[in-house]
């Protein structure tokens, strides 16, 4: 079976990430768009970045990224922003942060909950980060020993099994990613921050075989009701 629409019959969904900046890097343009149709996206992240920017001290880093996280979440229509203090790369999957992941579907009784990709990798000599993994995993733990599980668990990330078309949302994940001044300039200080936006996002909204030329981000089904997918 090809790749599918996203799905359509939901009005809440959580969008549960380890760092600032994870949602932005993939799914910005497709939460643009839903919270634009009315629906309630909410985001929670583990840790508040704190080891992101190099040559700055971790507590001045936590303060700067999650003022960088709320005003980039607020560009795409997300208000609800909750960060906990799991220690950023050094996210593991154990039984307090699945507890956490836990209570927070069942505060929100989502439709969908959304993560990060926990895949070794993002392509061929690209590693995905430890701390994804581990998120990633205990994530679907949760989801599944969840009294109150969401209808659909995805993962935003490569080889996706359901798209969102986002054509008219681009330029907003792209104003949204570069709201992450301060690490950006950081991270690469030889590429202006937009122009680091714009290359970013317009990898991660490239057409899809079978949507023609539009814009897509792509998820990747992992539960359905709690049946693994793939």
Do not use: C
């Not at 343009?29 to 840790?47: C, H, M, P």
């Not at 942060?97 to 990060?116: C, E, F, H, S």
């Not at 301060?182 to 122009?195: A, F, I, K, N, R």
Request: net charge negative; no cysteine.
């Amino acid at each position: 079976m090809g790749m599918q629409p996203f799905p359509d019959d939901w009005d809440t969904a959580l969008v549960l990430v380890p760092h600032p900046d994870d949602p932005e890097y993939g799914m910005a343009a497709a939460v643009a768009k839903w919270t634009a149709a009315g629906r309630d996206v909410r985001y929670v992240l583990a840790s508040r970045g704190e080891a992101g920017i190099a040559g700055m001290p971790p507590e001045r880093a936590g303060t700067v990224r999650e003022a960088e996280q709320r005003r980039s979440a607020a560009v795409v229509g997300v208000h609800d922003v909750r960060f906990w203090n799991f220690p950023d790369s050094r996210i593991r999957d154990t039984p307090d942060l699945r507890a956490a992941i836990a209570d927070a579907i069942t505060r929100v009784a989502p439709q969908v909950v959304i993560t990060i990709y926990g895949g070794p990798e993002w392509g061929p000599g690209m590693p995905n980060q430890r701390d994804h993994i581990e998120f990633a995993t205990a994530v679907a733990a949760a989801f599944d020993e969840s009294a109150h599980p969401a209808r659909w668990l995805f993962e935003n990330g490569p080889d996706p099994t359901h798209v969102e078309v986002v054509d008219g949302y681009v330029d907003l994940a792209v104003e949204a990613l570069a709201a992450h001044e301060v690490y950006l300039s950081v991270l690469d200080p030889q590429t202006p921050v937009l122009e680091q936006a714009r290359r970013q996002i317009a990898a991660a909204t490239a057409p899809q075989p079978g949507f023609g030329d539009q814009s897509t981000v792509g998820f990747i089904l992992k539960r359905d009701r709690g049946v693994s997918a793939r």
